[in-house]
């Protein structure tokens, strides 16, 4: 059974920085993407940053613009860890924060995600 684990959420004071991970593990196929999502209870889920994990573009990234700049997503083939670190935190990146995995080829935040993991919650305050 495919599962995927976050960890590393946490409450920061604003501008501070948090790394989340995300380890997966039962995997039977090799991933294709990998990417990180948030959502705010009420609000639609974000496509924060998504990295190819094999093929041409493997290692290749890409980032939602909100967070460009701030956040750095990367993975670990040896130990199927995908990492997400983020800095210069913002109130409005208080949400709960999940990584996600797709097999097929091509990767967007519009593709179809094949699983999932439970989320892990940030929390930006003074």
């Known amino acids: 059974q495919v599962q995927l684990a976050e960890s590393g959420g946490g409450s920061v004071q604003p501008g501070g920085s948090l790394t989340l991970s995300c380890v997966a593990s039962g995997l039977i196929y090799s991933s294709g993407c990998m990417a990180w999502f948030r959502q705010v209870p009420g609000n639609e889920r974000e496509g924060l940053a998504a990295?190819?994990?094999?093929?041409?573009?493997?290692?290749?990234?890409f980032y939602a613009d909100s967070v460009k700049g701030r956040f750095t997503v990367s993975h670990d083939n040896a130990t199927n860890t995908l990492s997400l670190q983020m800095k210069d935190l913002k109130p409005e990146d208080a949400a709960k924060y999940y990584c996600?995995?797709?097999?097929?080829?091509?990767?967007?935040?519009?593709?179809?995600?094949?699983?999932w993991g439970q989320g892990t919650q940030v929390t930006v305050s003074s």
């Open positions: 990295i190819y994990t094999r093929g041409p573009f493997d290692g290749g990234s």
């Open positions: 996600a995995l797709r097999y097929g080829v091509g990767c967007s935040f519009q593709s179809s995600f094949d699983e």
